[in-house]
Structure formats: structure tokens, C-alpha cells
């Protein structure tokens, strides 16, 4: 830990209260990250035997991170977790929870992607608008991203008919100028 490290301290300018959770998520993954401590929430920093001469470095630093994440959740939420053995019980409760695909705001992104049109905006602000929308739609649906190592090129040939199908929502949506081009 570094000494400037306190458990006071709340990682996010604005505490988790039901609403946004992949943008909060993203948020704490980030600082954690910056911070070496992401280990604790994805189980690779794992409890060491009690008897270790490493278990009380451990677990003050796994109290920090509990402590901070529990900093930045609103005090309901964080009263309904405040008993968890372990930041990475904490991080799989709050997963189990809040990190759920919603079908009707998959539905509204998507649309919203479908009915954007360059109208009276410059191409930059048009695409600026799309990526976020992109964006958005992509941290609803992390879950589904294939993780796996195929040999194959399958998941190459996904991203790029993924990229394929962006470039042609895109073309779409800007205004007849563009047509010829």
C-alpha cells in the first residue's frame, strides 16, 4: 500500500445508487488498476493461509479496497454488503446483483443507433455521437464478448463483421452530400 492510502478515501466522484452500474464498475476497475489492486476483486490476489507471514499485509490491503469500494456506494447499498468476508466476495455480490443485461435499454440503444442521422451536425460531432452510442451498447452487452483463444479465426472474423456492420450504420446516417463519396 502506499502511504498516502487511506480507507476514507471513495474512488468515484459520484457513489454507485442503483443507477449505472457498468459506468461505476468501469470507473473502480480503472483506480483499482492504477492503484495495483485489482487483484483482490478478480481473485488473483488470493487469501493467503492464516498461519503465512504474508496474511495481515493481505488483509489490511483487502480491507482497504472493501473499504473504498464500500465508500462508493450509496450508504443503502452499502449497508445491504457491509458484512462480506473479502473484497472479492464484495465484487461478486455487487456483480450478482447489478451487472445484469437489460433487454429494454438493449432495445433503446440499438434504436437509438438505428434512427441517428448526421442532420444538421458536422461529420466529426455525427461520428463523436455514434461512438458513444457504440460505446454504450458494448458495456450492456460485455457479458456476451467471447473471451476464448480460437485457432480458428473466429472471434478475428466476429470483430470484423462487428466493425463491418458499424461502418455501414454510420455511412447510413450521413446526410445525401456524402452519397457520391
Same mark, same amino acid.
Given at each position: 500500500?502506499?502511504?498516502?492510502?487511506?480507507?476514507?478515501?471513495?474512488?468515484?466522484?459520484?457513489?454507485?445508487?442503483?443507477?449505472?452500474?457498468?459506468?461505476?464498475?468501469?470507473?473502480?476497475?480503472?483506480?483499482?488498476?492504477?492503484?495495483?489492486?485489482?487483484?483482490?476483486?478478480?481473485?488473483?490476489?488470493?487469501?493467503?493461509?492464516?498461519?503465512?507471514?504474508?496474511?495481515?499485509?493481505? @488483509?489490511?490491503?483487502? +480491507?482497504?479496497?472493501?473499504?473504498?469500494? %464500500?465508500?462508493?456506494?450509496? &450508504? *443503502? $447499498?452499502?449497508?445491504?454488503?457491509?458484512?462480506?468476508?473479502?473484497?472479492?466476495?464484495?465484487?461478486?455480490?455487487? @456483480?450478482?446483483?447489478? +451487472?445484469?443485461?437489460?433487454?429494454?435499454? %438493449?432495445?433503446?440503444?440499438? &434504436? *437509438? $443507433?438505428?434512427?441517428?442521422?448526421?442532420?444538421?451536425?458536422?461529420?466529426?460531432?455525427?461520428?463523436?455521437?455514434?461512438?458513444?452510442?457504440?460505446?454504450?451498447?458494448?458495456?450492456?452487452?460485455?457479458?456476451?464478448?467471447?473471451?476464448?483463444?480460437?485457432?480458428?479465426?473466429?472471434?478475428?472474423?466476429?470483430?470484423?463483421?462487428?466493425?463491418?456492420?458499424?461502418?455501414?450504420?454510420?455511412?447510413?446516417?450521413?446526410?445525401?452530400?456524402?452519397?457520391?463519396?
Amino acid at each position: 500500500m502506499h502511504p498516502s492510502d487511506n480507507s476514507g478515501a471513495t474512488l468515484v466522484p459520484i457513489p454507485f445508487d442503483d443507477f449505472g452500474y457498468r459506468s461505476w464498475r468501469r470507473g473502480i476497475m480503472r483506480i483499482l488498476s492504477v492503484k495495483n489492486k485489482l487483484g483482490f476483486i478478480n481473485g488473483e490476489c488470493k487469501r493467503p493461509n492464516p498461519d503465512s507471514s504474508k496474511f495481515c499485509l493481505w @488483509e489490511r490491503c483487502d +480491507d482497504m479496497v472493501t473499504s473504498w469500494i %464500500l465508500n462508493s456506494l450509496a &450508504k *443503502e $447499498i452499502a449497508n445491504s454488503i457491509e458484512y462480506v468476508a473479502d473484497a472479492f466476495e464484495l465484487w461478486r455480490e455487487l @456483480e450478482d446483483r447489478y +451487472d445484469q443485461t437489460n433487454g429494454t435499454k %438493449l432495445y433503446q440503444i440499438q &434504436k *437509438e $443507433i438505428n434512427d441517428l442521422s448526421q442532420g444538421a451536425l458536422d461529420f466529426t460531432s455525427y461520428y463523436t455521437k455514434m461512438k458513444k452510442k457504440w460505446e454504450k451498447l458494448n458495456t450492456l452487452i460485455a457479458k456476451s464478448h467471447c473471451t476464448c483463444n480460437f485457432t480458428c479465426g473466429a472471434k478475428e472474423s466476429m470483430h470484423k463483421a462487428e466493425q463491418d456492420r458499424r461502418l455501414i450504420q454510420f455511412l447510413m446516417g450521413l446526410n445525401e452530400t456524402y452519397t457520391v463519396v
